[in-house]
Nanobody, 124 residues
């Protein structure tokens, strides 16, 4: 059984930082691309960032470029999302996702596995 478990969410003031982590288990994720998505109340789940299996390709949504950094430790099957300069518009449930293809993509339907999500709330 494949499991993705997110952690690191919480409440932070505008301008603050949080670091999300995603731990993958249940199988080898060798060759898997990983991504982060988020969903705010009343909105569709949207792409945030993605990283290839090798870590050599990284892609960000324009709304987070320059503020968020995605990274991965393939040996430990973990992915991180460092979020800086947070603003209230970043408030959402953040989801980790994995796809059985090494390349990056922002397409939600291309991901095969999803975590349960972690809440991020940014107060003004």
């Amino acid at each position: 059984q494949v499991q993705l478990v997110e952690s690191g969410g919480g409440l932070v003031q505008a301008g603050g930082s949080l670091r999300l982590s995603c731990a993958a288990s249940g199988r080898s994720f060798s060759g898997y691309g990983m991504g982060w998505f988020r969903q705010a109340p009343g909105k569709e789940r949207e792409f945030v960032a993605a990283i290839s299996w090798s870590g050599g390709s990284i892609y960000y949504a324009d709304s987070v470029k320059g503020r968020f950094t995605i990274s991965r430790d393939s040996a430990k099957n973990t992915v991180h999302l460092q979020m800086n300069s947070l603003n209230p518009e970043d408030t959402a449930v953040y989801y980790c996702a994995a796809r059985a293809i090494p390349a990056v993509t922002s397409t939600r339907d291309s991901y095969d596995y999803w975590g349960q999500g972690t809440q991020v709330t940014v107060s003004s």
